[in-house]
């Protein structure tokens, strides 16, 4: 009996299953050509499948003019297993799909996906498509099942013809096998999603002329391929380029271990064995009834074999005492997995790295070994171009440029440091996966960042964002910062994203509409440290109540500079709050004292009366003092009434008292700037610095008085 | 019978009647259902015999068919959730289907003793005879080994540790001994145990490890949605009022779903429009908590006020049941009061009469 010229397999893309069938029917039928369902761009990236260095999970990135798609590979795919057994024997490979550079150019939407197998599903009682298959076809490896999965689709299909998008798919299939025949092969294998398969058995292959009048005259754009290494959690995102796949690492348990009829228990132990790496308990003897369990649901539910959801299910009520924690831990390490591909060094560049490279050409940034310094002057279009790219390849981790001194925002030079190191060649394939131009890249970068990050780092980098100019994502890190700080139960927390969010707030290029949100949201941190401050300065030790006092401080500073006299009142009536806590660290109480005094909300005897009232208490007062005056000397000149209720107390010391307290003080009075130091010296009786003697020349005061008056902004006197 | 309130095998002994007589599928040993028929008696459904069957609780399927399973591989059941989130109702209900029999009950408490759960003397007979089977006095917990039935234990984290450890035994060899007669109770194929606990307060003690392995954990979720919980306590609040007698009008539904949207957003630590993060306090917000609000506003508004509950009526309870720690929950209500209830358009005289009672 003559064997027929082609044998179509038709499989799951992904499915372990399915491998496993067609690796047996592979090695059965020796075919002399494999053909795969895949876009013709991918031929020449092939061979590199057999790359010692080639790990998967890996992608054929197909990208240009404004297109890009992702097709990716997993050890458990059937077209993977196909390819490795056709590169292993010599046996050359083609892919028959429309190619993207059709399919990407034809304006024809994409179908809905319609689940061929529901019917079928339904036929034999099962719920969905997924779960008859699974049973069907990915649970039971079989050489011959393809014949199977031909009827079966055949029935599901009908004699309809394919339409749109589909019909045009598979005449450029046919294509290619026709091609092929022409070529002598005689053993073709032919490797496609199941619900192609009806329309590729060659009895069914419509005329020649058909299938050609179908394909005169596509258009067509200009697109390249290139590996990519890629991730399972990629391969799970629902949204995005994923393939759909919900459980990769599940599945690659399956396709190495599935069908050896131990597969629950080997992934139930396996998750014991994760949990108790963490300290978790989970007994042997708690695997065998997680195991039981399981078969005992997959029974009330008519299976014949827990899938997935009762493993789950199982691991959650026996293992994990149904807390859902260590559960989303298992999930994230069995279920999803955290495997990333490989791809050979020699393999050809990602986009990203292209369009780096592109921008740092176009704004004349060699990228050299050597280094080198620039002065960027951020008025100049330029230059900004030049620091905004910097800025970006900052939030990829690829750290080209170093920032040479910090710089305040709303300044307009920057000087930068760089140094092109090879190791960024791969920074930039290892983040090719958030994105194929630097800009898109840095937003799904920075919209993780900012779902992880803490409290003050976010602020940092909404700061990052801006100057990055990525507005795009400023939304989502808002957002993240919103959430963060609403549930922020430290306080100290929240005063330290007061100085950053200031000086953000005075950078004049955020855009109206972001600033109103930044307000909006800067005055809801001062809604709740009115609320929670008050309660988190009681009972903090030393070091925690000065690390306070430098918040309060800087807290202090960074309002003052935006000048609005709602936040400052908030500001105020909290500190009010806060000074009639009792029991106050004297670094805090002391520096509230300041900022109230700062703040004119206390005349200069209250300061005096509050003061006195604190240094009466033993213990406190010389931190009280700090507090109070560290790096503020200059109110004991203004109110000569401070001084003496300061010189009281130290004289009135004991000797013991005095010794205990002098380092404190040394360290409170070093603060001061020189001047204030003299100045607070003279009336004391010290070393004054003799003021030269002046002779007034009258004519010559006259001339320059109008100028002085001029600078002072008063009238000038005529 | 005037009884006050009914067995779930008395209360829904047509329905379960129904189910024996159109159940076709096997039983474990002793059970009167089998776990196909105890799914659809706790989930509800129609059966061919034309008996419509009430679904028993409402929620996620799979948890009832977890429980279901987990009775059939003869492994002990504790049911894990917030006060309010149906644990005793659903335990009851597993019980009646599978054994026809939820008597067997012990309620935990601080005093439980040991003779609760093994078995104590009828000390006339013991001074007088001795030991003897007829002066020993059984558990609910040893009449179940006997008779292959399931147990209930109620509170499981409120009985003292070492009285939680006499059931390793029992769970683990599935057997009583009896030292005294030199005996032992061996449990008849069907006994099982179902305890519930609350995880929110962890109760008085903590359960040992020991003691955790022998159980298979179901948490039972609070409420889905909005919908769902407002339905809850509106009912729950019908008919304790009845039962109160309370001359109150049924509760308005706008001020009922303004506690059940301040429970849920509390509880959940984020406004319901999902926009606004906010503060849980440490109590545990349940929605056994928020049907005692509402009904104590009722009681209020009958007795004190107009007979119409307004949100004066409810602020009073409401405080009191965020406020549990005088100093943290009062700051997280603060908050939320000005972060949230105060922004909220119809909500002002809320917003007002909050602020009043908590001054």
């Known amino acids: 009996m003559s064997q027929p010229p082609i044998r179509v397999f038709g499989v799951r893309h992904h499915g372990p299953g399915s491998a496993a069938s067609l690796a047996l029917a592979l090695e059965a039928w020796q075919p002399d050509l494999v053909v795969l369902e895949g876009p013709s761009e991918m031929e020449p990236l092939l061979p590199l499948a057999d790359h010692p260095e080639m790990q998967p999970p890996v992608a054929v990135l197909i990208h240009g003019e404004g297109h890009a798609c992702y097709y990716p590979w997993v050890e458990f795919s059937p077209e993977w297993v196909a390819l490795r057994h056709a590169l292993a024997r010599a046996i050359p490979v083609r892919l028959m799909d429309l190619p993207q550079s059709h399919d990407a150019a034809l304006e024809i939407e994409r179908e809905r996906f319609t689940d061929p197998l529901a019917e079928l599903a339904r036929a034999a009682g099962f719920e969905d498509g997924e779960a008859w298959w699974e049973w069907v076809v990915e649970q039971r490896p079989d050489g011959e099942v393809f014949e199977g999965i031909l009827e079966a689709m055949r029935a599901v299909r009908g004699p309809a013809p394919a339409q749109g998008r589909e019909a045009l798919r598979e005449a450029w299939m046919r294509r290619t096998l026709r091609q092929a025949r022409k070529d002598g092969f005689g053993r073709i294998a032919c490797v496609c999603g199941a619900w192609h398969a009806p329309a590729l058995e060659m009895p069914a292959w419509p005329s020649v002329a058909e299938d050609e009048k179908l394909l005169k005259g596509l258009p067509k754009k200009k697109l390249e391929a290139l590996w990519i290494p890629w991730t399972y959690q990629r391969m799970a995102l629902e949204s995005g380029y994923g393939a759909g796949l919900d459980s990769p690492e599940f599945y690659h348990l399956i396709w190495q271990h599935g069908h050896d009829g131990q597969l629950t228990s080997r992934w139930m132990v396996l998750a014991a064995q994760l949990l108790r790496s963490e300290d978790l308990s989970a007994s042997p003897a708690s695997v065998v009834e997680a195991v039981r369990l399981a078969e005992a649901l997959a029974a009330l539910r008519g299976r014949n074999l827990p899938s997935l959801a009762e493993l789950e299910e199982a691991a959650l009520a026996v293992l994990c005492g ?12 069995l279920v999803v997995g955290q495997r990333m591909g490989q791809i050979p060094a020699d393999a050809p560049q990602v986009p990203l790295a292209r369009d780096v490279a592109a921008r740092a050409k176009r704004l004349r940034l060699p990228m050299e070994a ?48 760089l140094q092109w190191q090879p190791e960024f060649a791969l920074d930039l394939v290892r983040a090719a996966p958030w994105g194929n131009t630097l800009e898109t890249a840095c937003q799904a970068r920075v919209a993780t960042r900012a779902q992880e990050s803490s409290l003050p780092r976010l602020v940092e980098l909404v700061e990052s964002v801006l100057l990055a100019d990525l507005s795009g994502a400023l939304a989502d890190v808002l957002a993240a910062l919103q959430g963060r700080a609403a549930l922020a139960s430290d306080p100290a927390l929240l005063l330290q994203t007061l100085p950053p969010f200031a000086r953000i707030l005075r950078y004049p290029d955020v855009r109206g509409t972001d600033s109103a949100m930044l307000r909006s949201l800067l005055e809801g941190l001062l809604e709740r440290l009115s609320v929670g401050l008050p309660l988190a300065v009681a009972s903090l030790n030393d070091e925690a109540a000065e690390a306070m006092m430098k918040h309060l401080g800087e807290a202090h500073q960074a309002l003052l500079t935006l000048t609005e006299p709602a936040w400052l009142d908030l500001w105020l009536g909290t500190l009010v709050k806060v000074a009639e806590v009792q029991g106050v660290h004297g670094f805090v109480a002391g520096r509230v004292l300041w900022i109230l005094s700062d703040l004119k909300h206390f005349p200069s005897e209250e300061v005096g009366l509050r003061l006195g009232r604190a240094l009466s208490l033993s213990g406190q007062g010389a931190s009280f003092v700090e507090g109070l005056l560290r790096d503020h000397g200059e109110i004991l000149v203004h109110a000569p009434l401070l001084v003496e209720v300061i010189d009281n107390w130290i004289c009135g010391l004991s000797e013991e008292r005095f010794i205990e307290v002098l380092p404190l003080l040394r360290r409170t009075f070093s603060s001061f700037p020189r001047g204030v130091r003299s100045q607070l010296i003279r009336p004391r009786g010290g070393p004054t610095t003799p003021v030269p003697s002046h002779r007034l020349d009258p004519q010559r005061v006259a001339r320059v008085l109008p100028v002085v008056q001029r600078l002072l902004g008063q009238e000038v006197s005529s | 019978m005037n009884l006050l309130r009914q067995h779930a095998e008395q209360q829904f002994a047509q329905e379960l009647e129904a189910l024996r007589e159109s159940d076709t599928r096997p039983r474990p040993p002793n059970w009167k259902l089998s776990p196909w028929a105890v799914r659809t008696y706790l989930l509800g459904g129609r059966l061919d015999s034309g008996v419509e069957i009430t679904p028993k609780y409402i929620g996620p399927p799979r948890l009832m068919e977890i429980a279901v399973a987990t009775l059939a591989t003869d492994r002990a059941l504790l049911l894990l959730g917030v006060p309010g989130t149906a644990k005793t109702w659903v335990s009851e209900h597993l019980a009646a289907a599978i054994s026809g029999d939820s008597t067997l009950l012990i309620q935990g408490t601080a005093g439980t003793g040991e003779e609760s759960i093994r078995y104590g003397w009828n000390y006339a007979r013991l001074l007088a005879d001795g030991p003897s089977p007829a002066a020993l006095v059984a558990s609910p917990v040893m009449n179940a080994m006997r008779e292959g039935k399931v147990a209930r234990l109620e509170e499981l984290t409120r009985v003292p540790a070492e009285v939680q450890d006499t059931l390793i035994t029992i769970l683990s060899e599935k057997t009583l001994p009896v030292p005294e007669l030199g005996s032992e109770v061996q449990a008849v194929q069907g ?87 906010v503060k849980s306090p440490s109590g545990s917000m349940s929605t056994a908590e928020c049907i005692s609000v509402v009904n104590q506003g009722l009681a209020l508004a009958a007795h004190f006020g107009d007979g119409r509950l307004n949100a004066q009526d409810v602020a009073a309870g409401l405080v009191g049941a965020v406020v549990k720690d005088p100093v943290q929950d009062r700051a997280v209500w603060r908050e939320y009061l000005e972060a949230v209830v105060k922004e909220r358009q119809d909500w002002k005289d809320l917003y007002r009469a909050c602020r009043d009672s908590d001054t």
């Open chain 1, 322 to 333: 149904g807390a859902p924690q260590p559960l989303a831990l298992v999930r994230s390490r």
């Open chain 1, 370 to 417: 050597a280094h080198r310094d620039y002065e960027l002057d951020l008025r100049k279009s330029t230059d900004l171009e030049r620091s905004q790219l910097l800025h970006r390849l900052h939030l990829l981790e690829v750290g080209w440029g170093q920032l040479r001194q910090s710089r305040g925002l709303g300044t307009f030079k920057e000087t930068w440091r």
């Open chain 2, 191 to 277: 006994f099982n145990l179902i305890a519930t606990a609350n995880d929110r307060d962890r109760g008085v003690n903590e359960l040992s490890s020991a003691l955790k392995r022998r159980f298979n954990t179901v948490v039972l979720p609070v409420p889905a949605t909005l919908e769902e919980e407002v339905d809850i306590v509106s009912r729950r609040v019908a008919s304790l009022g009845k039962a109160l007698q309370l001359p109150a009008e049924a509760p308005a539904l706008q001020e009922l779903r303004r506690v059940v949207t301040v429970f849920r957003e509390l509880r959940e630590g984020v406004t319901s429009d999902g926009k606004t993060k």
